[in-house]
């Protein structure tokens, strides 16, 4: 069974920093690109970062908003991806969600996480 459990959202003031976790289960983590998107209240679900798997170099990508500020990294010993955020803002306030696939095509998304809050405020 394919699964997807995000952890590390929360409450944080502007300018601080948070790390999101991902962890996966139920197929083969190392061979498949993981990404994480985010949905905020009336708006689409945007990529925010990816990473390719091990056959591919681990290759990242990023969103232009979150450049400089968020790192995606992963462990495929333990099948972990993360999402280092720092310098954080109002506007990355979002349901942050953890996917399977979809590095660069939302549609590509096979499997998707249940979500993490984050919120930015002062």
């Known amino acids: 069974q394919v699964q997807l459990v995000e952890s590390g959202g929360g409450l944080v003031q502007p300018g601080g920093s948070l790390t999101l976790s991902c962890a996966a289960s139920?197929?083969?983590?190392?061979?498949?690109?993981m990404t994480w998107y985010r949905q905020s209240p009336g708006k689409e679900r945007e990529l925010v970062a990816g990473i390719r798997g091990r056959s591919a170099g681990g290759i990242t990508n990023y969103a232009n908003s979150v450049k400089g500020r968020f790192t995606i990294s992963r462990d495929n010993v333990k099948n972990m991806v993360y999402l280092q955020m720092n310098d954080l803002r109002p506007e990355d306030t979002a349901v942050y969600y953890c996917?399977?696939?979809?590095?660069?095509?939302?549609?590509?998304?096979?499997?998707w996480g249940q979500g993490t809050q984050v919120t930015v405020s002062s």
């Open positions: 139920g197929f083969a983590f190392s061979l498949y690109s």
């Open positions: 996917g399977a696939g979809g590095f660069m095509n939302i549609a590509n998304v096979e499997k």
